[in-house]
């Protein structure tokens, strides 16, 4: 038997050649337990997390997956378990321009970003770029009938802008938002274009589209009269 009949602990690790084979047992508590142990064990191998999550004296708290887009980082991690770490170190395989997405929020440009806590968000997600976004430029011509096409772009700094996303709103002439004219757009390459399909019988007057960069809050208006 490879490993045996008894486990002797929540890993059973036994030598084939100049090999080992690890076995998982039930033992782990909590996924947390779990993801402890499963670093213990792979630390002194040389393998270790790409992203931590440290607490303010230094003790690692969290492991989160990192995931890549391009050359683009994007760290969710649970925004409820933060409220009992408090601010937080994030360490990030490399410096890079840093934000909290749908947050609006500009973490400078560092591989060691600190965050607070937030009392109102379950989940969040730290964006790391390779560039820095300065503006969202927005423009835009009527088509036929009564339909708007919206053009926009991305102006970075320190390289040329990957794939992002746009939320859209649309806001009519009494002030109110159109829910059937929200849309999210992606930029391809931070270029991207949208037609809002104003309806014949919409009333008249002064339009407004605000353009929101998911990733980094950066935006832009658009307003036209119709």
Same mark, same amino acid.
């Given at each position: 038997?490879?490993? $045996?009949?008894? +486990?002797?602990?929540?890993?059973?690790?036994?030598?084939?050649?100049?090999?080992? @084979?690890?076995? /998982?047992?039930?033992?782990?508590?909590?996924?947390?337990?779990?993801?402890?142990?499963? #670093?213990?064990?792979? *630390?002194? /191998?040389? &393998? !270790?997390?790409? &992203?931590?999550?440290?607490?303010?004296?230094?003790?690692?708290?969290?492991?989160?997956?990192?995931?890549?887009?391009?050359?683009?980082?994007?760290?969710?991690?649970?925004? /409820?378990?933060?409220?009992?770490?408090?601010? %937080?170190? %994030?360490?990030?395989?490399? +410096?890079?321009?840093?934000?909290? =997405?749908?947050?609006?929020?500009?973490? $400078?440009?560092?591989? *060691?970003?600190?965050?607070?806590?937030?009392? !109102?968000?379950?989940?969040?997600?730290?964006? $790391? /770029? +390779?560039?820095?976004?300065?503006?969202?430029?927005?423009?835009?011509?009527?088509?036929?009938?009564?339909?708007?096409?919206?053009?926009?772009?991305?102006?970075?700094?320190? =390289?040329? +802008?990957?794939?992002?996303?746009?939320?859209?709103?649309?806001? $009519?002439?009494?002030?109110?938002? *159109?829910?059937?004219?929200?849309?999210?757009? @992606?930029? @391809?390459? #931070?270029?991207?274009?949208? %037609? &809002?399909?104003? =309806?014949?019988?919409?009333?008249?007057? =002064?339009? @407004? &589209?605000?353009?929101?960069? %998911?990733? !980094?809050?950066?935006?832009?208006?658009?307003?036209?009269?119709?």
């Amino acid at each position: 038997d490879l490993f $045996g009949d008894k +486990p002797d602990g929540l890993f059973i690790v036994r030598d084939i050649g100049k090999g080992k @084979t690890i076995l /998982l047992t039930s033992g782990a508590a909590t996924n947390a337990a779990l993801g402890q142990a499963l #670093g213990n064990l792979l *630390r002194p /191998l040389g &393998v !270790t997390p790409p &992203v931590t999550i440290s607490d303010a004296k230094g003790k690692c708290v969290a492991t989160p997956t990192l995931y890549r887009d391009g050359r683009a980082m994007l760290v969710p991690f649970n925004a /409820l378990s933060q409220r009992s770490w408090g601010t %937080v170190q %994030v360490q990030l395989p490399a +410096p890079a321009w840093c934000y909290l =997405a749908d947050e609006g929020r500009y973490l $400078g440009y560092t591989d *060691r970003p600190a965050i607070a806590a937030s009392e !109102t968000l379950r989940y969040r997600v730290l964006v $790391g /770029l +390779p560039y820095e976004v300065t503006r969202l430029d927005a423009t835009q011509r009527r088509e036929a009938g009564r339909a708007q096409r919206l053009r926009f772009k991305l102006a970075t700094r320190g =390289a040329k +802008p990957g794939n992002h996303v746009v939320r859209l709103t649309v806001t $009519g002439p009494d002030g109110q938002e *159109r829910a059937c004219y929200a849309a999210n757009l @992606t930029l @391809t390459g #931070g270029r991207g274009e949208h %037609v &809002v399909p104003l =309806a014949l019988n919409d009333p008249h007057g =002064a339009w @407004t &589209v605000m353009a929101t960069d %998911v990733a !980094t809050g950066v935006r832009a208006q658009v307003t036209w009269n119709d």
